[in-house]
Protein backbone atom coordinates (compact mmCIF):
# COMPACT_ATOMS: atom_id res chain seq x y z
CA UNK A 1 0.00 0.00 0.00
CA UNK A 2 1.14 3.39 -0.97
CA UNK A 3 1.43 5.93 2.06
CA UNK A 4 1.56 9.38 2.46
CA UNK A 5 1.87 11.17 5.57
CA UNK A 6 1.89 14.43 6.60
CA UNK A 7 3.42 16.46 9.11
CA UNK A 8 3.47 20.24 10.05
CA UNK A 9 0.38 21.55 10.44
CA UNK A 10 -1.05 23.70 13.26
CA UNK A 11 -2.05 26.69 14.84
CA UNK A 12 -0.07 29.98 13.86
CA UNK A 13 -0.85 33.78 14.07
CA UNK A 14 -1.42 36.14 11.55
CA UNK A 15 1.86 36.68 9.78
CA UNK A 16 3.92 33.73 11.11
CA UNK A 17 5.30 31.23 9.05
CA UNK A 18 5.18 27.35 8.96
CA UNK A 19 6.34 24.58 6.87
CA UNK A 20 3.89 21.09 5.44
CA UNK A 21 5.61 18.25 4.81
CA UNK A 22 4.84 15.14 3.09
CA UNK A 23 6.55 11.98 2.82
CA UNK A 24 5.65 8.90 0.24
CA UNK A 25 6.04 5.55 1.76
CA UNK A 26 5.37 1.76 0.24
CA UNK A 27 5.04 0.88 -3.40
CA UNK A 28 5.28 3.92 -5.06
CA UNK A 29 7.44 4.48 -8.66
CA UNK A 30 8.20 6.66 -10.53
CA UNK A 31 7.05 10.25 -8.88
CA UNK A 32 6.35 12.80 -10.72
CA UNK A 33 4.72 16.43 -10.27
CA UNK A 34 4.14 17.05 -6.85
CA UNK A 35 1.62 19.26 -5.33
CA UNK A 36 -0.23 20.81 -2.51
CA UNK A 37 -4.09 20.82 -2.03
CA UNK A 38 -6.35 22.59 0.70
CA UNK A 39 -9.53 22.94 1.48
CA UNK A 40 -11.21 25.08 3.77
CA UNK A 41 -14.96 24.81 5.50
CA UNK A 42 -17.24 25.53 2.98
CA UNK A 43 -15.65 25.33 0.04
CA UNK A 44 -14.36 22.96 -2.69
CA UNK A 45 -10.22 21.66 -2.56
CA UNK A 46 -8.26 24.16 -4.34
CA UNK A 47 -4.59 23.88 -5.77
CA UNK A 48 -1.88 26.00 -3.67
CA UNK A 49 1.26 24.87 -5.38
CA UNK A 50 2.42 22.40 -7.56
CA UNK A 51 6.24 21.15 -8.82
CA UNK A 52 7.20 18.98 -11.15
CA UNK A 53 10.05 16.62 -11.36
CA UNK A 54 12.26 19.39 -13.28
CA UNK A 55 11.91 21.74 -10.74
CA UNK A 56 9.48 24.25 -11.99
CA UNK A 57 6.60 25.21 -9.94
CA UNK A 58 3.10 26.63 -10.10
CA UNK A 59 1.24 28.53 -7.83
CA UNK A 60 -2.48 30.09 -6.85
CA UNK A 61 -2.53 33.38 -6.83
CA UNK A 62 -3.44 33.96 -3.19
CA UNK A 63 0.00 32.78 -2.29
CA UNK A 64 2.35 33.81 -4.82
CA UNK A 65 5.10 35.07 -2.44
CA UNK A 66 4.07 34.13 0.50
CA UNK A 67 4.41 30.25 -0.35
CA UNK A 68 7.33 27.90 -1.78
CA UNK A 69 6.82 24.23 -2.44
CA UNK A 70 10.21 22.05 -2.72
CA UNK A 71 10.68 18.42 -3.14
CA UNK A 72 13.26 15.71 -1.87
CA UNK A 73 13.35 13.20 -4.44
CA UNK A 74 15.75 10.56 -1.97
CA UNK A 75 13.01 10.57 0.69
CA UNK A 76 10.21 10.92 -1.61
CA UNK A 77 9.06 13.77 0.01
CA UNK A 78 7.76 17.30 -0.94
CA UNK A 79 7.18 20.36 1.96
CA UNK A 80 5.90 23.78 1.54
CA UNK A 81 6.88 26.37 3.05
CA UNK A 82 4.27 29.52 3.94
CA UNK A 83 4.93 33.04 5.26
CA UNK A 84 2.70 36.05 5.94
CA UNK A 85 0.08 33.57 6.70
CA UNK A 86 -3.22 35.21 6.43
CA UNK A 87 -6.59 33.97 8.32
CA UNK A 88 -7.67 32.70 4.78
CA UNK A 89 -4.88 30.22 4.46
CA UNK A 90 -6.61 28.37 7.19
CA UNK A 91 -7.88 25.03 5.60
CA UNK A 92 -6.70 21.34 5.56
CA UNK A 93 -3.62 20.59 3.58
CA UNK A 94 -3.29 17.94 1.54
CA UNK A 95 -0.16 16.75 -0.83
CA UNK A 96 -0.53 15.43 -3.95
CA UNK A 97 2.30 12.85 -5.95
CA UNK A 98 1.64 11.55 -9.10
CA UNK A 99 3.20 8.24 -9.47
CA UNK A 100 2.83 4.54 -10.41
CA UNK A 101 1.67 2.01 -8.65
CA UNK A 102 2.89 -1.49 -7.76
CA UNK A 103 1.69 -3.02 -10.78
CA UNK A 104 2.67 0.34 -12.68
CA UNK A 105 -0.48 1.59 -13.18
CA UNK A 106 -0.39 5.78 -13.16
CA UNK A 107 -2.16 7.20 -10.21
CA UNK A 108 -2.22 10.18 -7.98
CA UNK A 109 -1.88 9.40 -4.41
CA UNK A 110 -2.90 11.74 -1.59
CA UNK A 111 -2.16 12.40 1.95
CA UNK A 112 -4.79 12.33 5.20
CA UNK A 113 -4.39 16.10 5.43
CA UNK A 114 -3.09 18.45 7.93
CA UNK A 115 -4.96 21.29 9.55
CA UNK A 116 -3.92 24.95 9.58
CA UNK A 117 -5.19 27.34 11.54
CA UNK A 118 -4.05 30.92 11.56
CA UNK A 119 -5.85 33.05 14.25
CA UNK A 120 -4.90 35.65 16.64
Known amino acids: QVELVQSGGGLVQPGGSLRLSCAASGGIFGIDDMAWYRQALGRQRELVAAISVGGSTTYAESVKGRATISRDNNKKATFLQMNSLKPDDTAVYYC??????????????WGPGTRVTVSS
Open 96 to 109: NVRGRDSFWKVDDF
